[in-house]
């Protein structure tokens, strides 16, 4: 009887007061901080990026063409061992490309690159799709039908062909690419918007303000937006990470940011050839992307379930 006592008051104070790595391990499940600190230095990394790139992003030594990372020896061809460096062993810190630029600081400024264009393209798409979700749940009936039709048609396009298409089209111009962009961000943000619209017009509140004499524009962005905003804010979070990764795929492609302008997805391009003797060219490029579409996604999971009541006694 005494071992199970023991035992008992042991486990309680086990309970309350828990070891170190149980509290690290708690904190690390209610609050993402790994993606928070990935997504800071990434933005830190796009503002500043010329104070803390090591290099230019286009400067060219083609006597340093796919020049190794710096734990391998920078010595003619030869590789040696880590600790034997040579007078180029920390000049390109993560490697260089067949043109010879430093890997390095073409990332960092790359994040600059595709952080702004994420930025547009899905604020340009948040403010298409969260007027239309709002006219189309609010008066309903032939808008709501005109407007979600729109809203198919456009999400059964294959969209990486129409893409192609309009930049082969227009020209590969930073102002069409946010455009091709912001086309595959709003229809997402139609539907929940939409949906959110339809459930809150039903409220009592709505109601009173049309009893006072509001008009519909002041109850749509007055009284329905803030009851929608938590669900646009996660839809659009969720959504950076697939802009981030559409921009990509457009630069791996050929139909992204023209050269020489540093973008993650054509750095991947230019590496493919060289997998064999020079990994590192696609393959730092690639975990960028890998890193800052996965964080996007966590921090968005994260808003989804802190902020839905039908999810926040999980947490």
Not at 15 to 28: E, G
Not at 66 to 93: M, N, V
Not at 219 to 237: E, F, R, S
Not at 263 to 282: F, K, Q
Request: proline share 5%; aromatic share 10%.
């Amino acid at each position: 009887m005494t071992t199970r006592t023991n035992a008992a008051f042991a486990d309680i104070r086990r309970r309350m007061h828990p070891s170190r790595a149980r509290r690290t391990l708690y904190v690390l499940r209610r609050w993402p901080l790994i993606p928070i600190v990935i997504i800071t230095m990434l933005v830190t990394c796009a503002i500043f990026a010329e104070q803390v790139s090591p290099n230019m992003p286009n400067r060219q030594d083609l006597r340093d063409r796919t020049a190794a990372p710096f734990w391998y020896a920078q010595c003619i061809g030869e590789e040696k061992p880590y600790h034997d460096y040579c007078s180029r062993g920390l000049k390109y810190i993560l490697g260089a490309d067949p043109l010879g630029r430093d890997i390095l600081t073409r990332i960092i400024h790359g994040a600059r690159v595709s952080l702004t264009l994420a930025s547009i393209s899905i604020t340009i798409g948040m403010i298409v799709g969260a007027s239309l979700g709002l006219v189309a749940g609010y008066y309903g009936k032939y808008i709501d039908e005109i407007v979600m039709r729109i809203t198919d048609i456009t999400t059964a396009i294959p969209y990486l062909l129409l893409a192609l298409i309009i930049v082969v089209v227009l020209g590969q111009k930073i102002y069409v690419i946010i455009g091709v962009l912001a086309l595959a961000s709003w229809p997402e943000i139609v539907r929940l918007v939409r949906g959110q619209t339809l459930q809150l017009k039903t409220l009592d509140y709505v109601a009173l303000a049309k009893v006072a004499g509001a008009s519909n524009f002041r109850i749509l962005y007055k009284h329905i937006l803030p009851g929608a905003m938590n669900t646009l804010v996660v839809a659009t979070t969720l959504q950076v990470g697939g802009i981030i990764l559409a921009e990509s795929i457009l630069g791996y492609l050929g139909a992204g940011v023209p050269p020489p302008t540093p973008a993650w997805g054509a750095m991947v391009a230019d590496g493919r050839n060289y997998l064999s003797n020079s990994w590192w060219v696609a393959l730092f490029p690639g975990l960028a992307i890998f890193l800052t579409v996965l964080s996007f996604n966590f921090i968005g999971d994260w808003l989804r379930d802190r902020w839905d009541t039908r999810l926040r006694q999980i947490l």
